[in-house]
C-alpha cells in the first residue's frame, strides 16, 4: 500500500520543474536586452556617421559663402591691384577704394598697416585712428607671413573702426622685391540682430538649418538664433565637448559627434583650419528623434515581439505556480493566525507531495508553540511581578537620604510585598565592632529590646565579605542557640539574611522571618537578591551624603577659622599694639596720643563688627533678625577697620524686607564693598541706603581705578553672582565703571515689579 502510494507521488520540485520556463525567460529577457542595445547601438552609430557627413557639407556651404560674398573685392584686389609689386601701398588702397562693393561686403570698414603696424589709411576716413601702433594684432603677424595671395582670417574682436565687434581678413602687401611694405585690413561687423551681408548671406545658404560657426575663441560668426551672434559660447553647457576640443594635425581633427545631455540633439562638428593656429568650428544640431524617424516603425515591432516573447512564458509560469501553490496558501493563512496568537491551528492536505510531509510538520510545530508561549506568559509574569518589587522598592528608598529612614522604610516594604511576616535591619559600628539596630517590624518590644546591640561572633560576619549575599534557613538550624530560642518564641520558621554593601564591604544585614514552614524557591532567592542590592544602592547614598555633610561642615569650619585669623586676629593685634604704646605717647606727644586713641578706638569697634559678621555667618538667620541699615552699619565698621579705607554710610528712611530680599540686598553690599577693598585702590567709599515704602536703593561709590567691563569676564569680580541674587528677588543690578573714573553699583528693588519699569521709562 505504502509503495504504491509512493509511486503515485510525485515531487513537487518535479512539478515546479515542469510547469517553470524561468531559465527560458531569462535568455529570453537576455537576448531582448542584447538585441535592443545592439539596434540602438548600430542606429546610434549610423546616425554619428551621416551627421559628420553632414557637418562636413555645411562645412563646404560656410566655404562657398565666404567665396561668394569677399572673392568680388579680394580677387579684384589680388589680380588687379597686388599683381603690379611697383605700386606704394597707399596707392593700391586707394584704387581698392574704387571698387563699389567695398563697404557693402567690408560693411566694418577698411584700414591700411604700414611694415611697423602703424595705421596710415582708413576708409571711410577716420583721422584719429592715424598713427595708432596696431602691430600686437593677430591679424598683422597673419598677413606678414602670407604672401600676399592669402587672406590671413583672424578672431572676432572688439576694436572695430566702425562697429564694436568685427572679423577681420587681413592681406599682406608686398613690393618687387618680395619685401613686407604693410598689410591690408578688411572688417566685416558682427551684429547680434543678424543685418550684415555676411550673417543674410548664410543664412540664404543655410536655410532652416541649425547650423552655429565658432572661431577659435567660442565667439559666433554665425548662429541660427542672431541673437547669440558675436557672443563667447563657452557658457552653452550642450556644446562643452566642442568648446574644450583643440585641433591636433596628428590625430583626429574634429570632436567627435555627440548627444546633447537631455538626449534630444545630435551635435556633429567640422574644423576648418586658418593661420596662427586660428580655426572655425561649424557646428550642426540634428533633432535626434528626426534622425530616428525612419527607424522608428522597425523598433517598434522588434520591441513588440520581444515583449511577446517574454510574457508569454511569463503567463505560462504564473499559471502553472499559482496551481502549485494553492495549499501553500492555506499552510500560509493557518500560519497568519499563529502569528496573531491564535494556536492550535491544524492544517489537512492531501497533496499526496512534500506539503504533505510539511503540513504534519507544522501540526507539530503549532502544538510546540502553544505549550512555549504558555511557558513563556509565566515567566514574563513572575518578572513582571519582580520588577514591580524592585520598582516599589526603590520608590520607598529613594525619598530621604536619612539611613535610618532608608533601612525602616526600605524593611516595611521588604516584608510587605514579599509575603514575609517580620524583619530588622542593623549596621556595623567598627570601631565597637557591633551590629547596631536601626530598624525593625513585626517583632516583639521584648526581642527588639534583647537584639538591639548583636555581637560580631553572633553574625557569622567576616570581614572580608565572603558570605552569601542572601541566606535562607530554617530555625531549627540555627547555630546560635539563644537566638533559635528567641525566634521560635516569635513563631518564626525560616529566616532570611540580606547582606548590605558599601563599596563592595559588607556593612549591615537586613534579617527577614517568616512564620510558616515553606522555604524560598530559586525565583524567590533572585528577587531577594536584587532587593539587598537596591537597598545597599540607597545605603551608599546614605553613607556618601553623611559624608558629604560632614566634608561642607569641616570645610565651613576651616573658613570661618580663617577669616577670623585674617580679619579679627590682626586687628586686635594691631590694636594691642597700639594700646601697649599709648601711654608713653601721651607722656611725650599728647597729639599723636589722642590721634592713637582714636585709631585704637577705631580698630576695636572694626574688630567687634567683623565678629558680628562671623558670628552671622555662623547662624544666617540672624541676618534677617536685625534691620537692614544695622547690617549695612555693621558692613561698613568691619570694612573699615579692615582696610582703614574711610567709607561714608548715609541712611535714608526705614522699612522691613521678606527675609530673602533682605539677605540678598546684605550680600550684594557684601560683595561690592569686597570688590572695593580689594581692586579699587579708592580714597574714599560711599554707601548710600534710600529705603521707601514702594522701593529701596543701595549705592557703592569710590573714586578708585575703575574698570572697563567689556574687558572684564562676567565671572570676575563676584560680577554673575551679585546679577543672580539680584535677578533672584527680581531686583535691578547696575555696575557703571570706566578707567580712571571710578566704580558705581546700584542694586534697586521694587514691592511692586512693574515699578522698576516705570522708572526706566523716566
Known amino acids: ?166 572679423l577681420p581678413i587681413s592681406l599682406g602687401m608686398f613690393d618687387e622685391h618680395n619685401e613686407f611694405i604693410g598689410v591690408i585690413v578688411f572688417f566685416s561687423a ?60 596628428n590625430k583626429e581633427n574634429r570632436p567627435a559627434s555627440y548627444r546633447s545631455p537631455d538626449g534630444s540633439t545630435v551635435i556633429s562638428t567640422s574644423v576648418e583650419p586658418l593661420l596662427l593656429n586660428n580655426y572655425w568650428m561649424v557646428i550642426k544640431e540634428q533633432a535626434w528623434k528626426d534622425l530616428m524617424a525612419p527607424s522608428l516603425s522597425y523598433r517598434r515591432l522588434l520591441i513588440i515581439l520581444l515583449t511577446a516573447g517574454v510574457l508569454i512564458p511569463i503567463g505560462v509560469v504564473t499559471y502553472g505556480v499559482r496551481h502549485l501553490t494553492q495549499p501553500i496558501d492555506q499552510m500560509i493563512n493557518a500560519a497568519r493566525e499563529i502569528a496573531d496568537g491564535r494556536f492550535g491551528q491544524k492544517i489537512d492536505a492531501n497533496s499526496g507531495d512534500e506539503l504533505e510531509d510539511l503540513a504534519v510538520q507544522f501540526n507539530k510545530m503549532s502544538t510546540q508553540l502553544a505549550q512555549s508561549y504558555a511557558t513563556l506568559e509565566q515567566r514574563v509574569e513572575d518578572r513582571t511581578r519582580e520588577l514591580a518589587t524592585i520598582n516599589e522598592i526603590t520608590k520607598v528608598v529613594s525619598r530621604t537620604l536619612n539611613i ?131 537597598i545597599s544602592v540607597a545605603i551608599e547614598n546614605s553613607i556618601l551624603y553623611e559624608q558629604a555633610e560632614e566634608t561642607a561642615a569641616l570645610a565651613e569650619r576651616n573658613r570661618l577659622a580663617r577669616e577670623l585669623h585674617d580679619a579679627v586676629s590682626q586687628t586686635l593685634f594691631s590694636a594691642s599694639l597700639i594700646a601697649e604704646v599709648l601711654p608713653q605717647l601721651y607722656e611725650f606727644n599728647p597729639e599723636e596720643g589722642q590721634k592713637r586713641t582714636q585709631e585704637l578706638r577705631r580698630l576695636a569697634r572694626g574688630a567687634l563688627a567683623e565678629m558680628r559678621t562671623l558670628l552671622m555667618e555662623l547662624r544666617p538667620a540672624a541676618l534677617t533678625q536685625v534691620s537692614l541699615a544695622e547690617l549695612l552699619q555693621q558692613l561698613c565698621e568691619a570694612a573699615v577697620g579692615r582696610s582703614q579705607l574711610p567709607i561714608k554710610l548715609s541712611i535714608e528712611g526705614d522699612r522691613d524686607y521678606p527675609p530673602d530680599v533682605q539677605v540678598a540686598l546684605y550680600r550684594i553690599t557684601q560683595e561690592a564693598l569686597n570688590n572695593v577693598i580689594k581692586y579699587a585702590h579708592a580714597k574714599e567709599v560711599r554707601l548710600e541706603l534710600l529705603q521707601t515704602d514702594s522701593f529701596v536703593e543701595i549705592a557703592v561709590r569710590d573714586d578708585g581705578i575703575g574698570f572697563d567691563r567689556s574687558s572684564v569676564p562676567a565671572n570676575h569680580f563676584g560680577l554673575k553672582i551679585m546679577q543672580e541674587r539680584a535677578e533672584a528677588i527680581g531686583a535691578e543690578l547696575q555696575i557703571v565703571s570706566t578707567p580712571g573714573s571710578g566704580s558705581h553699583v546700584t542694586v534697586t528693588w521694587c514691592d511692586n515689579p512693574d515699578c522698576l519699569e516705570d522708572e526706566e521709562d523716566e
Request: net charge negative.
Open 1 to 166: 500500500m505504502n509503495e504504491s502510494k509512493s509511486k503515485n507521488r510525485r515531487s513537487i520540485k518535479t512539478k515546479i520543474i515542469t510547469w517553470s520556463f524561468v531559465p527560458t525567460i531569462i535568455i529570453l529577457i537576455s537576448v531582448a536586452l542584447v538585441t535592443f542595445y545592439s539596434y540602438q547601438k548600430v542606429t546610434e552609430d549610423l546616425v554619428f556617421s551621416q551627421s559628420n557627413e553632414v557637418a562636413n557639407y555645411m562645412s563646404d556651404k560656410s566655404r562657398q559663402v565666404f567665396a561668394e560674398i569677399y572673392n568680388p573685392v579680394l580677387l579684384d584686389f589680388i589680380f588687379n591691384l597686388d599683381f603690379d609689386k611697383s605700386l606704394p601701398l597707399l596707392e593700391r588702397a586707394e584704387k581698392l577704394q574704387l571698387n563699389p562693393l567695398l563697404l557693402y561686403v567690408f560693411d566694418g570698414g577698411m584700414v591700411v598697416l604700414d611694415e611697423e603696424g602703424k595705421v596710415t589709411y582708413t576708409v571711410p576716413e577716420i583721422p584719429e585712428l592715424i598713427g595708432e601702433d596696431w602691430s600686437d594684432r593677430d591679424y598683422f603677424a597673419g598677413a606678414r607671413i602670407g604672401n600676399g595671395a592669402n587672406a590671413a582670417t583672424g578672431r572676432i574682436r572688439e576694436d572695430g573702426p566702425l562697429y564694436p565687434v568685427v
Open 190 to 249: 558682427i551684429k547680434p540682430d543678424g543685418n550684415t551681408p555676411l550673417y543674410l548671406a548664410m543664412k540664404a545658404k543655410f536655410m532652416d538649418e541649425n547650423v552655429i560657426i565658432m572661431d577659435a575663441g567660442h565667439r559666433a560668426l554665425y548662429h541660427y538664433d542672431p541673437t547669440y551672434v558675436g557672443r563667447n559660447l563657452s557658457d552653452q553647457d550642450y556644446l562643452a565637448p566642442v568648446i574644450n576640443f583643440k585641433p591636433d594635425a
Open 404 to 534: 535610618e529612614e532608608v533601612l525602616q522604610r526600605a524593611l516595611e516594604k521588604t516584608v510587605e510585598i514579599t509575603n514575609m511576616d517580620a524583619g530588622n535591619a542593623y549596621r556595623l559600628n567598627p570601631d565597637s565592632k557591633m551590629m547596631v539596630l536601626l530598624a525593625h517590624t513585626g517583632f516583639s518590644e521584648e526581642y527588639v529590646n534583647k537584639y538591639r546591640y548583636l555581637p560580631l561572633d553572633m553574625t557569622n560576619y567576616q570581614e572580608d565579605g565572603k558570605m552569601p549575599e542572601v541566606f535562607v534557613n530554617y530555625v531549627d538550624a540555627h547555630s546560635i542557640p539563644v537566638i533559635r530560642e528567641s525566634l521560635k518564641k516569635e513563631g518564626v520558621h525560616v529566616i532570611v539574611r540580606l547582606l548590605l554593601w558599601f563599596k563592595n564591604r559588607p556593612v549591615g544585614f537586613i534579617g527577614l522571618a517568616k512564620r510558616t514552614p515553606e522555604l524560598l524557591t530559586e525565583n524567590e532567592i533572585d528577587v531577594f537578591k536584587t532587593i539587598g542590592r537596591q
